[in-house]
């Protein structure tokens, strides 16, 4: 029985010894594998590092020129906004130019009087079509957002206080914003 014993002993000895030295060989193996592992996920970070920063800097270029394209866009804008009006104008300074020539040779005083009216009513149905409309100030109450007080005048009666009695020069306004005062008289 006793060398059953020591078989047995020898035997988890053995037993033993080879779990150690496999041990030993897996642990040198399985930190190596950790290590690559760690390395890889250390590249893979920096690969995902670079592409975002690749990314953001790409980001922040096109937006720079969506920024530079569309202050352009508005400088030109601004610079050629009044080139439609302008042109528009260009008739009626063709108008007034043969109005100019008219009352030269003109015998008719009457005549040339009905071509300026022509062309005034012209005047204000170009300026009408494009917003711009007078403030009206005949007979309306005195308003500091439409009118500027040039003067004051004694009322003639008790119901034109603090009305307008005269108007010298009209106001207008763009697209109801007041691109010049009307110019008043106000009862007083």
């Given at each position: 029985?006793?060398?059953?014993?020591?078989?047995?002993?020898?035997?988890?000895?053995?037993?033993?010894?080879?779990?150690?030295?496999?041990?030993?060989?897996?642990?040198?193996?399985?930190?190596?594998?950790?290590?690559?592992?760690?390395?890889?996920?250390?590249?893979?970070?920096?690969?995902?590092?670079?592409?975002?920063?690749?990314?953001?800097?790409?980001?922040?270029?096109?937006?720079?020129?969506?920024?530079?394209?569309?202050?352009?866009?508005?400088?030109?804008?601004?610079?050629?906004?009044?080139?439609?009006?302008?042109?528009?104008?260009?008739?009626?300074?063709?108008?007034?130019?043969?109005?100019?020539e008219a009352m030269d040779s003109a015998e008719d005083v009457a005549a040339v009087k009905e071509g300026v009216d022509l062309i005034y009513n012209k005047v204000i149905s170009f300026?009408?079509?494009?917003?711009?409309?007078?403030?009206?100030?005949?007979?309306?109450?005195?308003?500091?957002?439409?009118?500027?007080?040039?003067?004051?005048?004694?009322?003639?009666?008790?119901?034109?206080?603090?009305?307008?009695?005269?108007?010298?020069?009209?106001?207008?306004?763009?697209?109801?914003?007041?691109?010049?005062?009307?110019?008043?008289?106000?009862?007083?």
């Amino acid at each position: 029985m006793k060398s059953k014993k020591k078989t047995n002993k020898e035997e988890i000895k053995e037993e033993v010894l080879q779990e150690e030295m496999i041990q030993e060989t897996e642990t040198p193996q399985t930190e190596e594998i950790e290590a690559k592992d760690k390395d890889e996920t250390t590249e893979d970070w920096q690969q995902k590092c670079h592409d975002l920063n690749d990314k953001n800097l790409r980001l922040m270029a096109e937006f720079d020129n969506y920024r530079k394209r569309t202050l352009k866009e508005k400088a030109d804008l601004i610079k050629n906004a009044g080139e439609r009006i302008f042109s528009d104008m260009l008739p009626l300074v063709d108008d007034f130019e043969r109005a100019l020539e008219a009352m030269d040779s003109a015998e008719d005083v009457a005549a040339v009087k009905e071509g300026v009216d022509l062309i005034y009513n012209k005047v204000i149905s170009f300026l009408n079509s494009n917003g711009v409309k007078s403030i009206p100030t005949e007979n309306e109450v005195f308003n500091v957002d439409m009118h500027e007080a040039v003067t004051t005048f004694p009322a003639p009666s008790e119901d034109m206080k603090g009305k307008i009695i005269d108007c010298t020069t009209k106001g207008y306004t763009l697209n109801d914003k007041v691109i010049r005062f009307a110019k008043v008289v106000v009862g007083e």
